[in-house]
């Protein structure tokens, strides 16, 4: 079975940073996409980063320039280094691997920034 596990969620205050983890295990092919949605109350998920096992990587406009995406392929593991956080990015923050063989989702961690 395959497994997508999010840590390093919290309460920050406006302008602090935060890091996220994203470690999947199981059977995970090489070739595959790992990133980042959020979903805030009321609205919809949404894209924040993604970044293919080839580095390929893809960031929503909101957070391009605050938010930088990594990952190491050997361990599955992808992060999201978050700065000059926002009230704006208040959210549970969903990983996702995605392959040929179907698409998994984390549990979301909660990121709530406010002072």
């Known amino acids: 079975q395959v497994r997508v596990v999010e840590s390093g969620g919290g309460l920050v205050q406006p302008g602090g940073s935060l890091r996220l983890s994203c470690a999947a295990s199981?059977?995970?092919?090489?070739?595959?996409?790992m990133g980042w949605y959020r979903q805030a109350p009321g609205k919809g998920r949404e894209l924040v980063a993604t970044m293919s096992s080839r580095s390929t990587i893809d960031y929503s406009d909101s957070v391009k320039g605050r938010f930088t995406i990594s990952r190491d392929n050997a361990k599955n593991t992808v992060y999201l280094q978050m700065n000059s956080l926002k009230p704006e990015d208040t959210a549970v923050y969903y990983c996702?691997?995605?392959?040929?063989?179907?698409?998994?989702w984390g549990q979301g961690t909660q990121v709530t920034v406010s002072s």
């Open positions: 996702k691997l995605e392959m040929l063989g179907g698409d998994y």
């Open positions: 199981g059977s995970i092919f090489s070739l595959n996409t």
